[in-house]
């Protein structure tokens, strides 16, 4: 193990997003601008700030068109966020968004749940988005749900996800981050379904998104940088949740896997000092405990 790790990786930061759409109490605007100006001063520099989504769906990010435009991205930041359909894409154009993420389900019934459609619905969806988007000049993201297991139909086929991921690649989208969105995935169920991705999709190609809403989230990040993937989401704090598991941990942690990369020699840009900071700033703006490890322990001053 460990005899073919990168020099440096790059997070994708999903707290103001994935994070705050689970608040059951929706997070005032100037809290969301205190959590991105802290974040940023950490040194992330992919943010997805917010979600394009109807506000009956998701009050939480009802203000996302207010928020951007009070945020103009710093220097070397992208900001990004959820687009469903093309009235997602129209509010990010105009607001001047650099970068959208559309997102899907690998499982029929998650997908209709979550976006009211069917799987070949959303695809014909995204064809009608994707290539706008970058015709305007937009970088377009995008998300397969539920690969490690859905909440309605348990195992979901991971020759489904994959094509599903192939599709969106040939729409244009730059990278399809691979979802445990209900958090139940395992390394070895991880290293099974990594492989089969990398063996017909360029591995730049795809980020992984954990949830560690049973503790398995560092664990399986870490089996995919073996695998050689380079990219991977995470929320500050561990700030999120899991609708389908009321109280339970939220994503990948970023302190979590930004220590357990400076440990192991592998760059962030992120400083991890800071990266706390902002992990408090989460919470207060939350007001409530938040679960990440390193969140709750602080950096370890070490004797050397
Ligand atoms: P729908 O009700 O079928 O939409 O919802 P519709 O097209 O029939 O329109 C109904 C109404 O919504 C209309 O308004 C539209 O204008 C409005 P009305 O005429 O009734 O007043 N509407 C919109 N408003 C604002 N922005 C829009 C928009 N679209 C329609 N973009 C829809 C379909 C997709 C909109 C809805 O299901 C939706 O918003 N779903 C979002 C759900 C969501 O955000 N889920 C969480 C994110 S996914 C996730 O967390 C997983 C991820 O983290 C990865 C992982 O963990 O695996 C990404
Ligand atoms: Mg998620």
């Known amino acids: 193990m460990f005899d073919s790790l990168p020099d440096r990786v790059s997070i994708y930061e999903v707290s103001p997003r994935d994070g705050l759409q689970n608040e059951a109490a929706p997070v005032p605007l100037a809290g969301k601008l205190r959590l991105l100006d802290a974040l ?10 917010t979600s394009f989504v109807s506000p009956r769906w998701v009050p939480q ?9 009070q945020y103009p991205p710093p220097p070397g930041v992208t900001l990004s966020a959820l687009c469903p359909n093309a009235r997602g894409f129209e509010r990010a154009r105009a607001v001047g968004l650099q970068e959208i993420a559309v997102f899907m389900s690998a499982s029929e019934t998650h997908n209709q749940k979550n976006t009211n459609k069917s799987i070949a619905q959303s695809l014909e969806t995204f064809a009608e988005v994707v290539p706008p988007a970058l015709a305007a000049g937009m970088r377009v993201r995008a998300y397969v749900s539920t690969v490690w297991g859905c909440p309605y139909e348990g195992a979901v086929a991971p020759e489904r996800a994959l094509e599903i991921t192939q599709r969106l690649l040939e729409l244009g989208c730059y990278q399809v981050s691979l979802g445990d969105t209900i958090g139940v995935g395992t390394p070895l169920q991880t290293r099974r379904l990594c492989q089969l991705f990398q063996a017909e999709v360029p591995t730049s190609a795809l980020a992984l998104h954990f949830h560690d809403t049973r503790g398995t989230a560092l664990a399986n990040a870490l089996v995919g940088l073996e695998l050689g993937f380079r990219d991977f989401d995470a929320s500050v704090a561990g700030l999120g949740g899991c609708p389908y598991a009321p109280g339970a941990a939220g994503n990948l942690a970023t302190e979590d896997l930004v220590y357990m990369l400076h440990g192991m020699g592998v760059a962030t840009g ?8 902002a992990g408090r700033v989460a919470e207060a703006v939350v007001g409530r405990r938040l679960p990440g490890k390193v969140h709750q322990a602080g ?3 070490l004797r050397a």
Not at 61 to 69: F, I, K, N, P, S
Not at 270 to 277: A, F, N, W, Y
């Open 40 to 49: 940023v001063a950490s040194g992330l520099r992919r943010i997805e700030l």
């Open 61 to 69: 990010l009802a203000d996302a068109d207010e928020l951007v435009a």
């Open 270 to 277: 992120v400083d991890l000092e800071r990266l706390v900071e």
């Open 299 to 301: 950096v370890p001053t």
